[in-house]
């Protein structure tokens, strides 16, 4: 119909890169006729892109036009309804309607089949299972390769008794809920009739308020003990709560007893756990511990080539390794990192690139990665133990401080490139082979000594912030 | 060429109506010209600021020939006022200039070409008209355009707020220390109203239109029409036309701050209260003019203070016997309302001394006057 | 004595069309492609220095917005609306932190999306880490301040929609004379406004003067 704007259209996508392009040039609607002697009416589908396309673009537009009628042409730009355009921000009240819904989840076409969304949310209310964390998108590496392992298995023959219950613990942000999404989603797909629930810790204490409020404790109990597989993310948020506790005891009982699996996340082991009842957390080592760790860098790059394969991009290696070098605590901010790259070259339209990375790290990444030294991996370590950094230097020889100062030892070989003989000056002038036998020490207990290697971690992630 | 001859009266009063709203400087010479135009036996007299424009016309005119012409509006009225009431005068258009003759009396004018004068491009699509007598519409102004403010940076509150909605025809002013509301209903109602969840119309009339028309506007049950167009209001009424530019501007929420709920409410004579108010605003500062009014059960006391240290107190027997009150009020603020209320009594409803006070007449809901008190 | 007046001057609040991109036009593509439909990521966290106009967008977003310094604990967080925006998460206390914990959990899960401001990027947030990695792991983007010829735009954009004529000298004026970042000067603009209106008074640089005494006597 409006051979300008065609034509208009597609300088501006030559010009601009794609985002800016579909962002703020693409939601424009021409109104009316093309009649340059009146001059072109463009519509904005929100005050935000009208005044954003105004302040930045409205002056080639109009030399467009001008090119193109070869007369000036003067444009206007008015907020109008008709340009029913894929980024309309302001339409609807987000507060009610929800524009976005389950959609977004599985797939990235705004508009889709309302029954396909309704179905998908009424399967999704049944189970509280998010599709898209499975086991074949689990990115695996030393760090998570008992858990998964063990997940696995559970998730083949759910209820045996030596993985029942599975107990996963590990940091924030390493994939726990993953894993567990991904058990309850590959029994479903063995078996679709098996009842399986997910539910966060702090939802469970939300139902059991609920029904105390509402006096349907009966209803309560009934459900969580018809199920075939309880999910149960994030237990450390029981803490304190003993009615809650009470209630999850009765229904561990009654679904173990029924040899029905039960898979717990935690942020730690189970003896660690504050606030719990001692018979839960007994209860908890019956079946099978396993943890996840911090990935290692290897898994980290294997991690973001993957994410970004999902994203149709490509990551060269060094591009990835430089990322994973620099976030290294955990996988959520690894995938956040990722994103802001992706998004840094959409909006400059160029190739991802190590120096691109560079630059769209550089807030997040910048001054936050400030250099672990001996001194404050000391100062860590004296506060965590609440010991005094002078007894790390000291001749003392308790246990209470023998221990936190291999660790202290440990960590300073680990994260930074001092060598023995100078980390044996840092701890109060000690020879080179007692900071090997630290060393030695602590990776010996880290396989023997959940509490241990629990502190370790830790401090890992304290310290690599 | 003879445009008419007439009795003065005839010629005087339409222009009378049409010059007042006559710049007396202005960039554009011309603007200080009526257009006279005489087609047939009719003779119209039509002047502009270019915001408003008001033509009106008498018949009578004679001689042969259709002509038009623009003269001084100023300088021509003066003449014809000048004239015994009983003369009888011509105006004749000679070589340019405009010939007045009356008896003995002989007056030549300047004149500048018709085809100059600066005619306002009249809008075709009509949005809503209707139709009250002059005295209603007349009545609505004098209830509110006194609170419009006058030269305020915020335009849109130099005017006067009218809205059309439900078969009611609303006016507001307000210049942000009072407001004023009136409102009437409307027998005819537009067919484009009539419809259910039909959008309300509204339009700023700027103040000088106000001012113009509350001139104009007889106390009588003769016809008013009121068009509303996209960018313009026209008032037809008796041989007057009048068009008016309108503030593009929106209105602020009127709604919003008419006190919904009073804690206290006492009625006063309003004759009895004006009397003192008048007496007592003698005595207030200049620039402030702020009065202290004072109520307690049985009793209101207006004193006011000047810089001079000179004071004044009157005190009027009320019959109220609510919380007691001490406050602040700008006293040309309610002279204003109490001199163009006709009723017999008023009725004052406030919560506090630091928010608004609602002046409303008993048993009549039709009327609203919002005023913000002085810290004292 | 002093003409109080009436509530009737138009409130300004916070749009997409009243704000001033200045250098953030990265971040500002980034949450308008966020903001439409077609978005998949369900956290956009926004984060900088006070007066860069976080609280600006959040409350433009028109999600629903909460405010962790007014209310730490979230205890006004409708959970069933599909779009949040909370602001200062950094000042969320324990309670708060498990709720926004649980909301993004919930988010995520129904597809709902978050957008938050905080202080500093997450990675040196003081939040408990279950939530700071969460918050880690949408989109984040830094907020740059306005440059002083920015502001001075913005000012007058922000008077224009009040209806008000400043005198040109009257911004220069502002800006030597009282507290530059944004927040500071919009507020400061809301009071000559008002005092404006109470004196019956044009915007000149006398009255400005007035203003000026006043609000930083308080």
Known sequence: MSSFWTSCLSQFEQELPPQQFNTWIRPLRLEGEEDCARGLRLLAPNGFILKWVKERYLARIEELGSEYFSVPVSVTLTLGERAAAPLNMTSGSPGKAPPVTGATV??????????????????????????????????????????????????????????????????????????????????????????????????????????????????????????????????????????????????????????????????????????????????????????????????????????????????????????????????????????????????????????????????????????????????????????????????????????????????????????????????????HTTVLHAVRTIDDLRTKDNELNHNVHVLLQVLKG | MLLIKTRRDTLLAPLQAVSGIVERRHTLPILSNVLLEKKGDVLTFLATDIEIQITTSSTGAMGDGDGAITVGARKLQEILRSLPESAEVSLMLDDRRLQVKAGRSRFSLQTLPADDFPCMALSDAEITKFTVTQKQFRHLLTQTSYSMAAQDVRYYLNGLLLLVDDGTLRAVATDGHRLAYSSMPLDDVPEALRQEGAARKELIVPRKTVIELSRLLADNDEPLTIEMLPSQARFQFGQINLVSKLIDGRFPDYERVIPSSLRNVVSVNRALLLQSMVRAAILTNEKFRGVRLILSEGSLKIMAANAEQEEAQEEIEVDYSGEALDVGFNVAYLLDVLNNTPDETIEWGFNDANSSALLTIPGNDRFKYVVMPMRI | MRQLILDLLPEAPPSLDNFVAGSNAEALTGLAAWLAPTNRESLFLLWGEAGAGKSHLLQASQCAYSDARRDPDLSTVEPQNDCHAVDHVEALDAAGQIALFNLINRLRASGGRLLAAASAPPRRLALREDLRTRLGSGLVYRLLPLSDAEKLAALGEQARARGLVLPPEAFSYLFLRAPRDMRSLAALLTAIDRYSLEQKRPITLPLLREVLQTSLDI
Not at chain 1, 344 to 364: C, M, N, P, T, V
Not at chain 1, 389 to 402: C, E, P
Request: net charge positive; proline share 3%.
């Open chain 1, 106 to 431: 599985t797939s990235g076409t705004a508009v889709k089949n309302a029954s396909l969304v309704d179905q998908q949310r009424s399967s999704y209310e049944k189970t509280r299972l998010i599709p898209t964390f499975t086991f074949d998108n689990l990115v695996v590496g030393k760090a998570n390769d008992l858990a998964r392992a063990a997940s696995r298995q559970v998730a083949i023959s759910p209820g045996e008794a030596t993985y029942n219950p599975l107990f996963i613990y590990g940091g924030a942000g390493l994939g726990k809920t993953h894993l567990v999404h991904a058990i309850g989603n590959q029994i479903l797909e063995h078996d679709p009739d098996k009842v399986v629930r997910y539910v966060h810790a702090e939802d469970y204490y939300s139902d059991v308020v609920r029904a105390y409020q509402q006096k349907s404790f009966d209803v309560f109990k009934r459900y969580y003990r018809s199920l075939d597989v309880l999910l149960l993310d994030d237990v450390q948020f029981f803490n304190n709560k003993n009615r809650t506790q009470e209630e999850f005891f009765y229904v561990f009982n009654a679904l173990s007893e029924s040899k029905k699996q039960i898979v717990i996340s935690c942020d730690t082991y189970p003896k660690n756990i504050s606030g719990l009842e001692d018979r839960l957390i007994t209860r908890f080592d019956w079946g099978l511990t396993v943890q996840i760790e911090p990935p290692e860098t290897e898994m980290r790059v294997a991690i973001l080539k993957k994410k970004a394969e999902v994203e149709g991009v490509a990551l060269d290696d060094e591009v990835a390794f430089y990322v994973a070098k620099h976030l290294r605590s955990n996988v959520r901010e690894l995938e956040g990192a990722l994103k802001k790259v992706l998004a840094y070259s959409a909006f400059h339209g160029r190739q991802i690139s190590l120096d691109l990375a560079k630059e769209a790290l550089k807030d997040l990444i910048g001054s936050v990665n400030r250099q672990i030294t001996v001194e404050n991996i000391q100062k860590t370590v004296a506060d965590y133990f609440k010991i005094k950094v002078a007894d790390l230097f000291s001749k003392k020889r308790t246990r209470v401080i023998v221990r936190p100062r291999q660790i202290a030892m440990w960590l300073a070989k680990n994260l930074t490139s001092q060598s023995y003989p100078s980390i044996g000056d840092a701890f109060g002038g000690r020879d």
